[in-house]
Each structure stands twice: as structure tokens, then as C-alpha cells.
């Protein structure tokens, strides 16, 4: 397939993208979260393991956020950002 005037194929990109580490996959303590934001965590030493629901962890985020003025928490703040997203349409009566 041509783009833009470039060859590419469809399954390198595919590859590229590393779609699968986006999806939503429930972790053995019933939380959903991809593979991207457990890395994440992992990286910033947070362990989702110890957190029962979604509210605690986005706490413990929060937390450590306020703690740690660091300037390269920016991945970390997209995590925070994202699972407050999950979390407002999880727990809204619809």
C-alpha cells in the first residue's frame, strides 16, 4: 500500500505500533490496565499489585506525584491521566 507517496505494509506497521501492549488486559488483582501503564508504574516503583482497586492506585499515583517534583514525570502523569479516565466511567451511573 502506497502512502504519501511510500511504500509501506500493513503488518510492519502493525509491528511498529505494538498495538497489542495497548489493550486493557484485568490483572490478577482486578484491575484493567495495559501493558504500556504497568511498565510505567514498574518504572516509578509503584506496585499495582498491592492496590485492591482502581481508586488506590490513581492515590498512590497522586501521592507519589506530589512527593516527587520530578521533571521527567511525565509518562507517569499520562498513566495518572488515563486511569482517571477508566475510573470516572467505571464508577458514573449511567
Known amino acids: 500500500m502506497k502512502i504519501n507517496n511510500e511504500e509501506v505494509n500493513i503488518e510492519d506497521l502493525y509491528d511498529r505500533l505494538d498495538l497489542k501492549s495497548s489493550f486493557l488486559k484485568r490483572r490478577e488483582n482486578g484491575l484493567l490496565l495495559n501493558d504500556h501503564q504497568v511498565n510505567v508504574l514498574k518504572n516509578y516503583h509503584i506496585d499495582y499489585h498491592n ?6 492506585l490513581l492515590f498512590a499515583i497522586d501521592q507519589y506525584l506530589n512527593d ?27
Not at 51 to 56: G, I
Not at 72 to 88: G, M, N, P, T
Open 51 to 56: 492496590h485492591a482497586n482502581l481508586s488506590s
Open 68 to 94: 516527587h517534583n520530578d521533571i521527567d514525570s511525565f509518562a507517569l502523569e499520562e498513566v495518572y491521566e488515563q486511569l482517571q479516565e477508566i475510573h470516572y466511567y467505571q464508577e458514573t451511573n449511567k
